[in-house]
């Protein structure tokens, strides 16, 4: 397939982490970025995203307000991904401007993924992620894979679910309910407010 052409506006650029989960038990995989974009692709106007690994976000330094144009394909398993977009090439920044925003959102450049993972997160709520949160380079979108069955890979499921890495006094903040992971059996398994502030345990509330 032709790789798709686009243009636009980065809106925000967030940390792209896979959370892959099996009852009581989770772990990540630090993937690189999603960008999200409002511009052009496919000759179609539109707010998009496009995931990008840690070389190219190092080697560009991408964030809100630049213009940037590229290439790009369709993203074969969507469950697996937030972005609708990957494997992207011609990567070209054409302006370097910032925007400058009193924060909250947070709207400068992404951290490494190592001060993320050294940060720890917490739950967000979904429905603030998308009010107050969605372009902050605080916030993570993460496709989830849940193993319902750890003996069965055949018995999976798939979700997204929202998570901030930012300071703990933020006012946006709102954690949302608690998540429910299912397991064998029917069994479900609830993630508590206590894993979170383990999480997030050694940093002051503004850090
Ligand atoms: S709650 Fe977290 S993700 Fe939302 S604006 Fe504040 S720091 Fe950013």
């Keep these: 397939m032709d790789k798709l052409k686009f243009n636009g506006q980065i809106l925000g650029v967030q940390p792209r982490i896979r959370l892959i989960r099996s009852f009581d038990e989770s772990s990540h995989n630090y993937l690189g970025y999603n960008i999200f974009i409002n511009g052009s692709i496919d000759e179609e106007e539109k707010t998009f995203c496009i995931a990008i690994g840690k070389a190219a976000q190092v080697k560009f330094g991408f964030r809100t307000g630049q ?5 790009c394909l369709p993203v074969s398993k969507p469950n697996n991904e937030v972005a609708g977009f990957y494997k992207v090439s011609g990567l070209v920044k054409i302006k370097d401007d910032k925007i400058f925003k009193e924060p909250p959102p947070y709207l400068d450049k992404p951290l490494k993924l190592e001060e993320y993972r050294k940060r720890g997160h ?3 709520s979904a429905k603030f992620y998308l009010s107050s949160c969605q ?12 193993f319902v069955d750890k003996w069965d890979s055949s018995n999976m499921k798939y979700r997204y679910e929202t998570f901030c890495y930012g300071p703990k006094s933020c006012e946006n903040y709102n954690s949302g309910p608690t ?28 850090e």
């Design 67 to 71: 213009i940037i144009i590229g290439q």
């Design 122 to 124: 917490r739950r967000l």
């Design 135 to 146: 372009y902050c380079h605080w916030a993570c979108k993460m496709a989830t894979e849940i």
């Design 179 to 206: 998540r429910k992971v299912p397991g064998r059996n029917g069994k479900v398994w609830e993630e508590e407010d206590w894993i979170d502030v383990e999480n997030t345990a050694h940093r002051s509330p503004d």
